[in-house]
T-cell receptor, first 110, second 115 residues
Framework: SQQGEEDPQALSIQEGENATMNCSYK?????LQWYRQNSGRGLVHLIL?????REKHSGRLRVTLDTSKKSSSLLITASRAADTASYFC??????????FGPGTRLSVLP | DSGVTQTPKHLITATGQRVTLRCSPR?????VYWYQQSLDQGLQFLIQ???????AKGNILERFSAQQFPDLHSELNLSSLELGDSALYFC??????????????FGQGTRLTVV
C-alpha cells in the first residue's frame, strides 16, 4: 500500500502562528495532493505537487516534497480560525488510485 | 460549491435493509469515485467508474455495488446493512480516468446511520 501517514494526528495552535503537518508514504508516487476537510463536509483540494517538484506555494500554503525520504510537508502561515479542519495527503501513481492518509486535525484557537 | 451533488445528505435505516446513494459528477467529468469515511477506518476508496465502466476497485464489500449511467451519474447500492456500515460516503469526480495530475472534486457526502 502507498498510503500516506500524516503527522501529527492532531495539532492545536494560536491564531497567527504557523502550522506544519507532515505526510509520509511507502512507495514511489507520481504526485501528491493535500486536501482539507471541514467537520463532516466534503474534501477540498488545496494543492498538487508532482514528483519532480520540490516546493510549491499557494497563498498562505507551502508544500514541500522529498521523494528520497518519501515525505511531504504542508505549512500554513499566519493561521486563522477558519483554517480549523482536518488535512489529508493523498498519493497516486500509475495503476493506483487515490490513497488518503488518516489526516491531521488542526485546531486554530482565537 | 464543488459541482458534485450527492443525495440524500442524511439517511437513517435499519440493519438488514438496502439503500441507494446517488452522485452527480461535476459537469464534464467522466470519472466518479466512491469513498467511505468512518471514524476508525479513515477515508477508504471503494470503487471508480469512468465513462460508464468500472475502472478500479478498492475495499468494497460484496454487499456493496455501484454503477455509472449514460448520463454519468452514479449510484452506490448498499445491501444487508450492518451497524458497521454507518459512515460518511463521499463521491468525487475527475475529468480523466485517473487522478494522476488533476484534482478531484468531492461532494458533501451522505451520512448513513444504520440502527
Amino acid at each position: 500500500s502507498q498510503q500516506g501517514e500524516e503527522d501529527p494526528q492532531a495539532l492545536s495552535i494560536q491564531e497567527g502562528e504557523n502550522a506544519t503537518m507532515n505526510c509520509s508514504y511507502k512507495t514511489s508516487i507520481n504526485n501528491l495532493q493535500w486536501y482539507r476537510q471541514n467537520s463532516g463536509r466534503g474534501l477540498v483540494h488545496l494543492i498538487l505537487i508532482r514528483s519532480n517538484e520540490r516546493e510549491k506555494h499557494s497563498g498562505r500554503l507551502r508544500v514541500t516534497l522529498d521523494t528520497s525520504k518519501k515525505s511531504s510537508s504542508l505549512l500554513i502561515t499566519a493561521s486563522r480560525a477558519a483554517d480549523t479542519a482536518s488535512y489529508f495527503c493523498a498519493t497516486s501513481n500509475y495503476g493506483q488510485n487515490f490513497v488518503f492518509g488518516p489526516g491531521t486535525r488542526l485546531s486554530v484557537l482565537p | 460549491d464543488s459541482g458534485v451533488t450527492q443525495t440524500p445528505k442524511h439517511l437513517i435505516t435499519a440493519t438488514g435493509q438496502r439503500v441507494t446513494l446517488r452522485c452527480s459528477p461535476r459537469s464534464g467529468d467522466l470519472s466518479v469515485y466512491w469513498y467511505q469515511q468512518s471514524l476508525d477506518q479513515g477515508l477508504q476508496f471503494l470503487i471508480q467508474y469512468y465513462n460508464g465502466e468500472e475502472r478500479a476497485k478498492g475495499n468494497i464489500l460484496e454487499r456493496f455495488s455501484a454503477q455509472q449511467f449514460p448520463d454519468l451519474h452514479s449510484e452506490l447500492n448498499l445491501s444487508s446493512l450492518e451497524l458497521g456500515d454507518s459512515a460518511l460516503y463521499f463521491c468525487a469526480s475527475t475529468l480523466g480516468d485517473h487522478p494522476l495530475n488533476t484534482e478531484a472534486f468531492f461532494g458533501q457526502g451522505t451520512r448513513l446511520t444504520v440502527v
